[in-house]
């Protein structure tokens, strides 16, 4: 069974720096190109960050570009999202997804573009 566990959020002060993890279980990562998306309370699910199966290509948000860098270790079967910079708006729940294809695509940002699902992280940055 195909599953994605994220885990690393938490509290941190603006500023600062978080490293989420995306481990994978019950398949290989190597064909798949995994995505980060987060979701503050009241908003819509939004791309953060792209990554292909290779590695090789990311893509990004504007709202995160310089802040944040996705990277993979397929060997680890996982994939990381460090997060530095931190603002009060990065504040929301981070989810990692697979698809199963090795580029990320021009749809890398929306929802529909993958079809499986972590549970999520919680990222809260205050004050």
């Known amino acids: 069974q195909l599953q994605l566990v994220e885990s690393g959020g938490g509290l941190v002060q603006p500023g600062g720096s978080l490293r989420l993890s995306c481990a994978a279980s019950?398949?290989?990562?190597?064909?798949?190109?995994i995505g980060w998306f987060r979701q503050a309370p009241g908003k819509e699910r939004e791309g953060v960050s792209c990554?292909?199966?290779?590695?090789?290509?990311?893509n990004y948000a504007d709202s995160v570009k310089g802040r944040f860098t996705i990277s993979r270790d397929n060997a680890k079967n996982t994939v990381y999202l460090q997060m530095n910079s931190l603002k009060p708006e990065d504040t929301a729940v981070y989810y990692c997804?697979?698809?199963?294809?090795?580029?990320?695509?021009?749809?890398?940002?929306?929802?529909?573009?993958?079809?499986?699902w972590g549970q999520g992280t919680q990222v809260t940055v205050f004050s």
């Open positions: 997804a697979a698809v199963r294809r090795p580029s990320c695509g021009n749809t890398w940002s929306l929802r529909r573009s993958f079809g499986s």
């Open positions: 019950g398949f290989t990562l190597d064909y798949y190109a």
């Open positions: 990554v292909s199966s290779s590695g090789f290509s990311t």
